[in-house]
């Protein structure tokens, strides 16, 4: 889901500046500029992310050097929204989902805002053939003082095969200009669509990266944006997000610690 905020990026000079407020300085204050590039291309999810078994030979496999969905790797990202910190924790979980005749892998998220934990969500990925990651859904569980009390946001691939498909999430060889759509699920209003916008280093507080993609996303149906930054290092092995709004990355790890009780409720796959 796109998180509330704006990512406006604006050429001058002959280089790239910031615009939004509130945007991690790391973005703004860049080593050297973002490259750019003017064509679009939109990928096709319905045919990339079909659900056969000649797109998705091995969807539990993992070579997208910006989307890994290795076994327990966690990421640690943390910042502040509305003077409120916020810290979020990503796992890649040693579960499986079917989803759409599809055997995914299960990437937990956990939010917490002023320490209290806020969300937990289960979202589907698999690994198409040519190296694309596919998004088919996530369970979500809306926590307030210790109790689930909503299931906002979540969707399937395979509620309605004619209307909710399987999105992009991250592109086999992404490159700036290209176009996609994360999820479509109309009527659960996930419709969030991504723009690869540049490329260039970023210093967050965990490392300086050199090779990273830059995202704008939005969901058209209510007009909300974000951004997001992904990175790799093939020198340590490192791979996956890196900014996310107003969290940028404090932590990485191979080895991950046990992330907590399991989300409430699966009605996603089987």
């Known amino acids: ?16 500046q910031g615009c939004e407020e509130g945007m991690p300085s790391s973005l703004v204050e860049a080593d050297e500029p973002l490259a750019l590039q003017e064509s679009e291309k939109k990928l096709d999810h319905l045919t990339i992310c079909a659900p056969t078994a000649a797109n998705f030979p091995s969807p539990l496999t993992s070579t997208n050097p910006y989307f890994p969905i290795v076994v327990d790797y966690q990421w640690t990202l943390e910042g502040e929204e509305d003077d409120v910190p916020v810290m979020l924790l990503m796992t890649v979980l040693d579960e499986t989902r079917e989803v759409d005749g599809i055997m995914t892998r299960v990437v937990e998220e956990r939010e917490w805002e002023d320490d209290e934990l806020v969300e937990v969500s289960w979202n589907y990925f698999a690994e198409a053939g040519d190296g694309t990651v596919c998004y088919f859904g996530e369970d979500v569980d809306d926590i307030e003082d210790d109790m689930v009390f909503d299931h906002g946001g979540r969707w399937c691939a395979e509620d309605d095969p004619d209307l909710n498909q399987a999105g992009i999430i991250m592109p086999a060889d992404p490159r700036p200009g290209m176009r996609f759509q994360n999820e479509f699920a109309p009527e659960d209003g996930a419709l969030d669509q991504a723009k690869i916008v540049g490329s260039g280093p970023v210093t967050v507080p965990y490392d300086t990266f050199t090779q990273t993609i830059r995202f704008r996303e939005f969901n058209p149906e209510d007009k909300e944006k974000g951004y997001k930054v992904f990175a790799q290092d093939p020198g340590t092995g490192f791979g996956g997000i890196i900014v996310d709004e107003v969290l940028e990355l404090t932590g990485f790890t191979q080895n991950a610690v046990d992330p907590g009780d399991p989300i409430s409720e699966q009605v996603c796959g089987s």
């Open 1 to 16: 889901m796109v998180r509330a905020g704006l990512f406006c990026l604006a050429v001058a000079l002959g280089g790239l």
